[in-house]
């Protein structure tokens, strides 16, 4: 049974950059089939899309967050990872890794909440 | 304000039927197939219904997706007090080149 869990600081500063990392156990990140996903959750804006990240190292972001977003894979650790740079309180959210197939998030993370404040 | 649109509330009795609708566009659900989500309080969401209709394995027969032009449908059939969720459809968006969600529903079981 794949299960992904994420991981990193649980509050960031202002302007600093927001470090998170999912690891994925019972699978690879080289699945053929599956590619990988960030999404978050607040209260003010409910489910937000993040990324698309692909074994290849290729990748797809929400136009709204891609010029603070970076991510990468390592698939001898099966892991990938999300860095958002300039936060701000309006990043404060729930952030959830998943798994995506067809689009569809098939399976998730248990979540991480991420505080932005000094 | 979500692009994909949900009523905030439903509710129903033990073994009643429900529907949670959600609304969208040519460029979301028009075009693409919806996939639905649900939410219990302080968990991650988890697949439902993925590609309009299709349960993902472990998914009991009673919950049933379709779609019909812009809109999409949840079904719950033989309703139960762990039911009680929070409930989101989410398709791609042609046009904002996204994944779009609804702004969920929030479900209670009277």
């Known amino acids: 049974q794949v299960q992904l869990q994420e991981s990193g600081p649980g509050l960031v500063k202002p302007s600093e950059t927001l470090s998170l990392t999912c690891t994925v156990s019972?699978?690879?990140?080289?699945?053929?089939?599956?590619?990988w996903s960030w999404i978050r959750q607040s209260p003010g804006k409910g489910l937000e899309w993040i990324a698309f990240?692909?074994?290849?190292?290729?990748?797809n972001f929400n136009p709204s967050l891609k010029s603070r977003v970076t991510t990468s894979i390592d698939t001898s650790k099966s892991q990938f990872s999300l860095k958002l740079s300039a936060v701000s309180a309006a990043d404060t959210a729930v952030y959830y890794c998943a798994r995506a197939y067809s689009n569809a998030l098939d399976m998730w993370g248990q979540g991480t909440m991420v505080t932005v404040s000094s | 304000q979500s692009v994909l649109t949900q009523a905030p509330s439903a509710s129903g009795t033990p073994g009643q039927r429900v529907t949670i609708s959600c609304s969208g566009s040519?460029?979301?659900?028009?075009?693409?197939?919806v996939n639905w989500y649900h939410q219990l309080p302080g968990t991650a969401p988890k697949l439902l219904i993925y590609?309009?209709?299709q349960r993902p394995s472990g998914v009991p027969d009673r919950f049933s997706g379709s779609k019909s032009g812009t809109s999409a449908s949840l079904a719950i059939s033989g309703l139960r007090s762990d039911d009680e969720a929070d409930y989101f459809c989410?398709?791609?968006?042609?046009?904002?080149?996204?994944?779009?969600f609804g702004g969920g529903t929030k479900l209670t079981v009277l």
């Open positions: 990240i692909y074994s290849s190292g290729s990748t």
């Open positions: 019972g699978g690879s990140v080289s699945s053929g089939s599956y590619y």
């Open positions: 040519s460029s979301n659900i028009g075009n693409n197939p």
């Open positions: 590609t309009n209709n």
């Open positions: 989410a398709a791609w968006d042609d046009r904002l080149d996204i994944v779009v």
